[in-house]
């Protein structure tokens, strides 16, 4: 299996009928939303009625918050507004939702790899018991309403992170870019729309969901996701030969085993740069697993949660480069 898709995302737009949208919603409202939601799941005859958290907005610290991006669990969005928000989290962080973001329901399924069946089929059973306790808002021509006409229809968004160190190298992804938005698909930076790719990750994912099916968007996105993990997979194999390339791979383990400060942007594109080589056979005794949680462990906020103190900046540089030198040690 190729290792180019690192993740794979459902996401599920749904507004309760009896509710205007968030935007329009009191705060009384917003509260009254996140209790029913909260409630219809609390309530329901599945294994989910027990197997998750409920998190507050605005019982959360910043750090919290931003973890919550930082791991793809929340949008930027969310987290800027904690004023009758809450988000839905199963245990194994596989399952998400959000409530009274720009919808009452973001509902979202993270899965390793590349496996847009299996998260679909997953989404597809909690948005059928979440609909079987609550009034969705949906017209016979339009399909589910959400406050963004772009997400009418469907209300679905699919989407793959992409590691694509050779494409960005050979700058062929802005190229890319724009043949893709022909096809109804669009490439944007790690945390989404407006953000910048950290390492080579790029998300790719449906653009339409009005008048077209949830598979066939599916069925696009797997087709067209195919096609760019051949490209990268080549443009690998044709780099991994320059002497250049091997240097940089080999220099890039190097510091990471051995340097006592570093900034995360330098270990995003060190860890980039490891991952290529060990996709390319150039390295053979690290795993790619090690390295993708080592990426999501280095993230500022997340270290600040996980070592439950506040860190300067230059205090994180030196605990992260500690934590990668004991993990590839």
Partial sequence: MSN???QTRIRLARNLRKYPFPCRLSQAGKNEVVETIVSAIKNSNSPLANDFDVLYVKDLTEAQR???VEAHLAS???ISDSAGR???LSKDREMSIMINEEDHIRLQILK???DLDGAYDVADKLDTLLDENLDFAYDEKLGYLTQCPTNL???MRASVMLHLPALQRS???SRIAGNLQKLGLTIRGTYGEGSEPQGAMYQLSNQVTLGISEQAAIDNLKNI???LINQEENAQKRMADSIETQDRIARSLGILKSARLISRDEAMDLLSNVRFGINTGLIEDVEIQVIDKLISDIQPATMIVNKKENLTPSQRDQLRAEHIREVLR
């Fill in 4 to 6: 180019v898709v690192m």
């Fill in 153 to 155: 229809g469907t209300g």
């Fill in 76 to 78: 930027p969005e969310f």
């Fill in 66 to 68: 931003i973890s919550l």
């Fill in 171 to 173: 700058k062929a992804v």
């Fill in 225 to 227: 996701t195919a096609q």
């Fill in 112 to 114: 390793k790899g590349f």
């Fill in 86 to 88: 809450a988000i839905v």
